[in-house]
């Protein structure tokens, strides 16, 4: 409990020093501290992608890298499970969590929803950077309709 509670503060730190600079930037502005939120992301997502046991980096198919994320890699970040994982079958995948840890605080008022897009660019790199590590390239966006409730579009990019 307590690495949750740490990752969280951390997570909110990166978030806040970053609008910190400027509490108001422009479009260009918000684009790149967001680009460099996914970025961190990424390097870690990579980090973690790096430290898993050789059994399960033999996956055959895309859908059981996107199961190993829903399953065993948002355990090991989030400690619960993603809750749903749709595809259309041609290379794009929706996960969604309803309950998304690092906006059950921000779930509280209507008004914070402008503000959650800011909190979900570390977590699209990082699945970006798990995926490439495991040797899939994607495109990952978040949206969030209603707190704390988002989804992850997965787009992979066949080479």
């Known amino acids: 409990m307590a690495d949750a509670v740490l990752f969280e503060f951390l997570h909110t730190e990166m978030v806040a020093e ?43 198919e895309e859908l059981d890298v996107l199961k190993f994320l829903c399953k065993d890699l948002w355990v090991a970040v989030f400690q619960k499970q993603m809750d749903s994982l749709r595809t259309n079958h041609q290379g794009t995948y929706v996960l969604q969590d309803n309950s998304f840890p690092l906006l059950i605080r921000m779930a509280s008022g ?15 790199g990082l699945l970006r950077g798990t995926l490439s590590t495991l040797g899939v390239k994607s495109l990952v966006t978040a949206s969030v309709a209603a707190l704390p409730t ?5 787009v992979i990019q066949k080479s």
Do not use: H, I
């Open 150 to 154: 988002c989804k992850f579009q997965v």
């Open 110 to 124: 209507l008004q914070y929803l402008e503000e959650a897009p800011k909190f979900l660019a570390f977590t699209c």
């Open 18 to 60: 970053l609008w910190a600079r400027d509490p108001d930037p422009g479009p260009g502005g918000q684009k790149m501290n967001l680009s460099v939120l996914e970025g961190m992301g990424f390097r870690v997502g990579q980090a973690l992608g790096e430290r898993l046991p050789r059994e399960m980096l033999a996956f055959r």
